[in-house]
């Protein structure tokens, strides 16, 4: 697998974690504070931000789909990938934007590859393909014990709904992400303050746009 391709114009930032980790409520502040700062700043989501998306989304998270093969769900969540890379995200990046997705890779690597156990060199693969190997200047992942993240719920769609054994591979497969590429990732607790979450996500956002 390739080292990946990293836009030159513009930042992306991307967030990850389990079920109830806070990635929504950090992703927001995150593009408030930026907005803030003057930055022109797009936040987008996986699964769904596109007109095919949300069909898609429809069909892997809504519990009246049943049953699915792995790989179907897996090439369901490439093909959203696909549509949100060529649609929302590089325009964006091509713009000179700051872009913050709520999920990307990452995520099917560990939801479809850790947790539904599929060789997760060949999902690997699907998802790269499908996104033109574009990777985030920066990860910031929320990791918590799975129990927490999915008591801050109550319904439970198609995945959350997997059992606790399922979650608790997701959450490794985040962490041993991230551990093999600390330039590009920061880990933080998602049990602490929702404020301290977010001024160390913006210390290390500074830096890169220091850089940039
Ligand atoms: N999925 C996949 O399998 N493969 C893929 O490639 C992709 C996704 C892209 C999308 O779900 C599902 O698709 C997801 C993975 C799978 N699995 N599931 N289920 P989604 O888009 O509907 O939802 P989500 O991405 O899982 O996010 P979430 O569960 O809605 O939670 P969150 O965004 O991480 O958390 P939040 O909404 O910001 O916060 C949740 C609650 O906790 C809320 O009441 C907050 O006020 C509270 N909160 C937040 N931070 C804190 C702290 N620090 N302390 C205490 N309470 C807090």
Same mark, same amino acid.
């Given at each position: 697998?390739?080292?990946?391709?990293?836009?030159?114009?513009?930042?992306?930032?991307?967030f $990850?974690g389990?079920?109830g980790a806070g990635k929504s409520t950090q992703s927001r502040l995150l593009r408030d504070?930026? @907005? $803030?700062?003057?930055?022109?700043?797009?936040?987008?989501?996986? #699964?769904? *931000?596109?007109?095919? /998306?949300?069909?898609?989304?429809?069909?892997?998270?809504?519990?009246?789909? /049943? !049953?699915?093969? *792995?790989?179907?769900?897996?090439?369901?969540? %490439? =093909?959203?990938?696909? $549509?949100? @890379?060529?649609?929302?995200?590089? #325009?964006?990046?091509?713009?000179?934007?700051?872009?913050?997705?709520d999920?990307?890779?990452?995520?099917?690597?560990?939801?479809? +590859?850790? +947790?539904?156990?599929?060789? @997760? %060199?060949?999902?690997?693969?699907? =998802?790269?393909?499908?996104?033109? *190997?574009?990777?985030?200047?920066?990860?910031? @992942?929320l990791?918590?014990?799975?129990?927490?993240?999915?008591?801050r719920?109550? /319904?439970?769609?198609?995945?959350?709904?997997?059992?606790?054994?399922?979650?608790?591979?997701?959450?490794?497969?985040?962490?041993?992400?991230?551990?093999? !590429?600390?330039?590009?990732?920061?880990?933080?607790?998602a049990? =602490?303050p929702i404020e !301290?979450i977010a001024? =160390?996500i913006?210390?290390?956002?500074?830096?890169?746009?220091?850089?940039?």
């Amino acid at each position: 697998m390739s080292a990946g391709v990293y836009a030159e114009q513009g930042l992306f930032v991307c967030f $990850e974690g389990g079920e109830g980790a806070g990635k929504s409520t950090q992703s927001r502040l995150l593009r408030d504070w930026l @907005v $803030e700062r003057g930055e022109t700043v797009l936040l987008t989501f996986e #699964p769904g *931000d596109t007109s095919v /998306g949300k069909e898609l989304r429809r069909i892997v998270l809504d519990p009246a789909t /049943g !049953d699915l093969s *792995d790989r179907t769900e897996a090439l369901l969540y %490439a =093909a959203d990938k696909a $549509e949100h @890379v060529d649609h929302v995200v590089l #325009p964006a990046l091509a713009r000179g934007e700051v872009v913050i997705t709520d999920r990307y890779v990452d995520s099917t690597l560990a939801y479809q +590859g850790a +947790g539904r156990t599929l060789d @997760v %060199a060949q999902v690997e693969a699907v =998802a790269r393909w499908a996104t033109g *190997d574009l990777r985030p200047h920066l990860t910031v @992942v929320l990791d918590l014990e799975p129990q927490t993240g999915l008591d801050r719920f109550t /319904g439970r769609d198609r995945i959350e709904g997997q059992s606790l054994e399922f979650h608790q591979r997701v959450r490794q497969g985040f962490l041993g992400l991230a551990a093999a !590429d600390p330039d590009h990732y920061v880990v933080l607790d998602a049990r =602490a303050p929702i404020e !301290d979450i977010a001024s =160390a996500i913006q210390q290390r956002v500074v830096t890169l746009l220091e850089r940039s």
